[in-house]
């Protein structure tokens, strides 16, 4: 039996909440499993067929150890570790031949001019990219209201359906599809 992983990144719990929600939304048409950056595997088990990944946008960018300090000096973030997260997972992760992938961000609900600067989820896929990950689909940006969240309404439900579509999306693709 082929599955999910969806690897997150957070510092408020938000990025968390929606790692969950895309979760339960693929789990409609395959298993999946749920794990923080410091968690996931290095290698990538042979039988995901999709993995997810997202974080929060830190200075515009994906969080890297100085946003991390930033984070818990000016905004009481407890982080165990600054120097590790999702962008370290992804420069170190082994993945399988074929993988489906899909990049997700969080980001401030701000005009639209500033959150265009905002590119934590295209670092992201370019990582998956290195990888040799084909990915599956666009990314996708979740807001948040504040630094500290919460996520805006109905952000929780759009990852929901986003995850859905992308279970879907793979469930069409035979097992050895490129591109
Ligand atoms: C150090 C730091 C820098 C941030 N920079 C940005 C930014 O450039 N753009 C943005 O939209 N949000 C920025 N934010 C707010 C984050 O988007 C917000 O904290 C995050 O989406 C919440 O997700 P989390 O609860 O999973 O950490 C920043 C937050 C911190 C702590």
Redesign the pocket.
């Known amino acids: 039996m082929t599955r999910a992983l969806v690897v997150y990144?957070?510092?408020?719990?938000?990025?968390?909440q929606i790692a969950l929600a895309i979760a339960e939304g693929l789990a409609t048409r395959l298993p999946v499993d749920v794990v923080s950056a410091r968690e996931a595997p290095a290698q990538v088990p042979a039988d995901v067929r999709m993995l997810v990944v997202g974080?929060?946008?830190?200075?515009?960018?994906m969080p890297r150890p100085a946003?991390?300090e930033?984070?818990v000096r000016?905004?009481g973030?407890r982080i165990p570790d600054t120097r590790s997260g999702l962008h370290e997972w992804l420069d170190r992760a082994q993945v399988p031949r074929a993988l489906n992938a899909a990049a997700f961000?969080?980001?401030?609900d701000?005009p639209t001019l500033?959150?265009k600067?905002?590119h934590a989820a295209r670092t992201e896929e370019k990582l998956l990219r290195g990888l040799g990950a084909d990915l599956a689909a666009p990314a996708e940006h979740f807001f948040?209201s504040g630094?500290?969240?919460p996520l805006v309404d109905g952000e929780e439900d759009r990852a929901r359906r986003w995850g859905r579509a992308l279970g879907e999306l793979v469930a069409a693709r035979p097992a050895n599809a490129h591109g």
């Open positions: 990144e957070s510092v408020f719990g938000d990025a968390r974080g929060p946008n830190h200075a515009f960018g946003t991390r930033g984070a000016d905004h973030a961000d969080t980001r401030m701000r500033i959150t600067l905002d948040v630094t500290k969240g």
